[in-house]
Structure formats: C-alpha cells, structure tokens
C-alpha cells in the first residue's frame, strides 16, 4: 500500500496513489442503439437460418406424416364400406327375412337405409349397366362440389368392371381416392357399387392446421429473432465494451474500466481484463513517480559540479578541492544510477540466480561483512539451520544494507545485532539496532524510492537502499517486516520462503 508523501518540493504525478477512487472515471456502458454490423448480425442471421430450417423441417416431417396418415384412414374407410355391403349381401333380406338372392338392388337399398357417408365420401350403385342410388351428403358444408355421377367417362369405367378396383383419379374437385366392387351372380355382374372419398375435402382441416402452425412459426421465428439479437447484445456487451476501453486508452490515461456483470466466463474475461489495467496503471503511475523523482534527485548533483566548474579558478588547491567535490558527486550519481538499475532488473525473470544455501554460513558471512562497515557493538542473536534456495548474493546485498542503514542511524559503540532462524517453510534474516527509531507513520514511506530516514536522521545516501532490499525479499517471492517506534530502536526481518519463489526450488540464471 503506498501512503502519502512529504513535502520534498517535487510534483506528485497526477493520478497517482493519492488520487482517491471518486476521481476515477465511470465505468464504460453500451450505447443504446443496434449496430447493424459484425458479430452479433451474423450470430442473428445463423439463428434465423436454423431457427427457419427447424420449422420448415417441422412442418414438412409433420405434413408427411398426416399425408400417410389420412391415405392410412382413406383406405380403412373405402375397406370398412366394402365389408358392409359384403356383410349385407350375405345375410338376409331385414324386409322378408330371406336371402336376397340376385337381387342386387335390394341389397343396395338395404346399404343405404342402415348406413350413412362420413364426411368427404360418396357412394354410387349401378344395376343392370345402368345408374341406379347414390348417396346423400350428411351436410351441405361435407358436400363435395363434383358429382362423379355426372362424369361419363368415369361411370362408363365402373360399369365396365368385372373385378374389384382401388384407384384414385383426378377431379375438377381434387383428388378422388375410390373402391369399386362388382357384385355377382350366376356368372355376370348384378350390380357394382363404388365409394368414393375426395382428399381435398379430407385434408381441408388438416390445411387449417398447417397454415395455423405457419403462422405460428412465423410468429416464433420473428419473437425468436428479437430475443436473439438482445441475447446476443448482451453476451458480446463484456467484448464491445473492451473494444471502447482500448480506444479510450492513452499513453497518459488507464483509467477506464470494463463494466463486469454476471458471473459466466465473459464476467471473468471483463474482470481479468480489469485487473490487467489496474496492473498497467500502477505500473504507469509508478513509472511517472520514478521519472520525477529521479530528475529530482539527479538534478541535485548536476546542479552542484555545474556551479562549481563553471567557477573553477586557477588556483591548484582550489581546483584539486573542486575537482574533489566533483568527483564525489559523479561517484553519487553513479551509485545512483547503478542502484535504479538494479531496481528496474527487479522485475525481470533472470534478476536471481538461485541455489542451496547454508542459513548458518550465509549469516556468519553477512555479520562478517558487516563488521567492516563501522565501529558497532556487533552481536549475533540467533543462527538458524537449515538449507534453503535463494540468491546468496541478493540475499547478502540486502542483509549488509539494512546492516550499513543501521550502523548510519547508530552512534559508535552502539549495539547492531543480526539473527536468523527457519521455521514454518520459511527463513527469517534481521538486523535490529539501538539507534533513535522510527515514526509509524514512516515505516511504509522510508520502503518508497529516494524516500530517506525521516525522524531516524539525516543521511546522505540516495534513499533507494530500503527499495532494493524490498525488491530483492519481493523477487524470492518473501516481503520485509519492520517493527520500530521512536527512541526504541528497529527491527528489519527479511522473510523468504525455503523452497525458493513460488516453491520452484531450482535454479535460475
């Protein structure tokens, strides 16, 4: 978490940490209108092709299906009339009680007095090779609109038949679907009756039918159609809504965002996108913070050996003295650039190279080395045991500077003490000092770069050494601990996992 700065008579970036989330901008929403192009057009215009498709192959499966279904019942119908005249005709005369004999047109009669047509159906009798009863429609609206009777070509067949016939012909009024059955006696034709029923008549309910369930598709295809084109709206919104994001993103300006609605794997796209911005804006804010504070900091030296060689003088001494304080600028300058480069490589996957180390040998070389750094009552409070995968010379790097930090906020013979233990897959490094402490309120901003040690003294160091050592514990994947309050000294604990970043355990380089 990044606090606010002090006063240092730089510029804060604008955006920057201390931007409160009010000024972000809103979140992006879809304009109301329908765009007419791309994705969600073609996704409209598959779903009416297969949605037209399904219901045409509907309709047609299901008009196959009546089709066979009513030639089925045609042929039950003529089949059932032909067996009640076969009936008939072997039985007995209901009038007389004898049987009929050759008289087929009793037989005919008795037909027509016990049955009745059903609807589209019609029944005609001939007798001795001429026109003899037919029947009568059950109501006007079953009435077909052709007399068979009246067609001579087709009674001059019928007459004609001395076999039992199934046929259909075609009609003035559609298609006629007919059963003509001779009757016989003493080897030639009494009689022949035919039943006729005409299709169109049949399937006129059927066609009510279909033209309804026409309707209906049509119905459903264009309902279907509007909630496919607002489904489709809706599920490409995450992606449209992306699109404006990238177009309103500047070289100077991250701070849109993506609306994120819902929970499905657009939800997490939009969040995960979200998240990737977030990223880049931190990092672009921290690049802006970095630039001014560097030109800051840079500018200071610059400015000083510029005054003084511009008033070199003659003098030897004077000159060797400037000559002094000029190098000794550039040789701050330098450590200075050098320790932004190694800041800048934090981030990179080859900033370590690990490898196994002994915690015992590593502590005893880094309070070796840190003996040297000033006349400190040196201690060391624990040595852990163990072997853990780091990069010894990060590692050491940021152990001697919290050493060299607490031996510039020491005075001499002040007590500096050291330690390490491993415990819980994890290794522990501190140096703890007895120097003045420091404020809560400055323990995050003393880890900020050219940040320096506020209530802890002055100091002429660059004030990047506690950003290193936070870098270097961050890329072992570990983090920097600070327990301090004034006048009762600090506490600096480097914590790193054993087995290395992200438990990788081997060795990089």
């Known amino acids: 978490m990044t606090t606010s700065r002090g006063t240092t008579g730089r510029g804060s970036p604008p955006g920057g940490a201390g931007t409160p989330r009010s000024g972000r901008k809103p979140l992006l929403r879809l304009p109301s209108r329908l765009a007419l192009t791309g994705i969600r057009t073609r996704i409209l215009l598959g779903f009416i092709v297969m949605l037209a498709i399904a219901t045409a192959a509907s309709l ?52 027509f007095d016990q049955t009745s047509p059903t609807t589209g159906e019609v029944a005609l009798t001939f007798v001795d090779g001429s026109e003899f009863l037919r ?46 059955l001779p009757l016989k006696g003493d080897g030639r034709v009494l009689g022949t009756f035919v039943v006729a029923a005409f299709t169109d008549v049949l399937q006129g309910p059927y066609n009510d039918a279909f033209l309804a369930a026409g309707v209906v598709g049509v119905a459903v295809l264009l309902i279907g159609s509007l909630l496919a084109w607002r489904m489709a709206e809706s599920v490409l919104q995450p992606v449209s809504a992306l699109t404006q994001t990238a177009q309103g993103i500047s070289e100077t300006d991250l701070t849109q965002r993506i609306e994120v609605r819902g929970h499905d794997e657009l939800a997490g796209l939009a969040a995960t996108l979200n ?59 330098t ?5 932004l480069i190694l800041l800048s ?17 590593l502590t005893d070389e880094v309070l070796t080395k840190a ?52 415990e819980g897959g994890e290794a522990r490094f501190w140096v703890r000092d007895d120097g003045l402490g420091i404020a809560v309120a400055d323990q995050e901003r003393i880890f900020e770069r050219f940040e320096r040690g506020g209530a802890r003294g002055p100091s002429g160091g660059s004030g990047l050494g506690l950003s290193i050592v936070r870098a270097i514990a ?20 480097i914590v790193v996992p054993v087995d290395g970043p992200r438990g990788t355990g081997k060795e990089e380089g």
Not at 80 to 91: D, M, Q, T, V, Y
Not at 345 to 361: G, N, Q, S, Y
Not at 474 to 491: E, K, M, Q, T
């Open 60 to 111: 047609f499966v299901a008009y196959e299906v009546v089709q066979t279904r009513l030639h089925e019942r045609i042929d039950s119908d003529l089949a059932r009339e032909a067996e009640e005249l076969r009936k008939i005709a072997a039985g007995k005369d209901p009038a007389t009680g004898r049987s009929f004999g050759q008289n087929a047109a009793r037989i005919f009669r008795v037909y």
């Open 275 to 333: 998240a990737m911005l977030d990223r880049l804006e931190r990092t672009l804010l921290s690049q802006r913070r970095f630039l001014d504070d560097a030109g800051h900091e840079l500018r200071t030296p610059i400015t000083i050996v510029r005054g003084h060689l511009e008033l070199l003088e003659d003098d030897p001494e004077e000159r060797r003295a400037t000559l002094d304080l000029v190098m000794d600028e550039l040789d701050r300058m």
């Open 474 to 493: 961050g890329a072992h994947g570990g983090r920097v601990d600070l327990f301090s309050a004034p006048g009762a000294g600090s506490l600096f604990t």
């Open 371 to 422: 003996r040297a750094l000033g006349a400190r009552g040196w201690r060391l409070d624990a040595c852990g045991k163990g072997v853990i995968t780091v990069d010894r010379q990060r590692l050491t790097q940021a152990l001697v500077q919290l050493a060299q930090n607490a031996v510039t906020y020491t005075q001499e013979g002040d007590e500096v003490s050291l330690g390490s233990a491993v």
């Open 135 to 180: 029947s009568r429609s059950v109501s006007a609206s079953s009435s077909p609109s052709y007399r068979l009777d009246t067609d001579e070509q087709l009674v001059s067949h019928w007459k004609a038949l001395t076999e039992p016939e199934r046929d259909g012909v075609d009609t003035p009024a559609g298609r006629v679907e007919y059963l003509a």
């Open 335 to 339: 450590r200075m650039v050098n320790d």
């Open 345 to 361: 490589k934090a981030e990179r996957p080859d900033f370590l190279k690990l490898e196994a180390v002994e915690v015992a040998v």
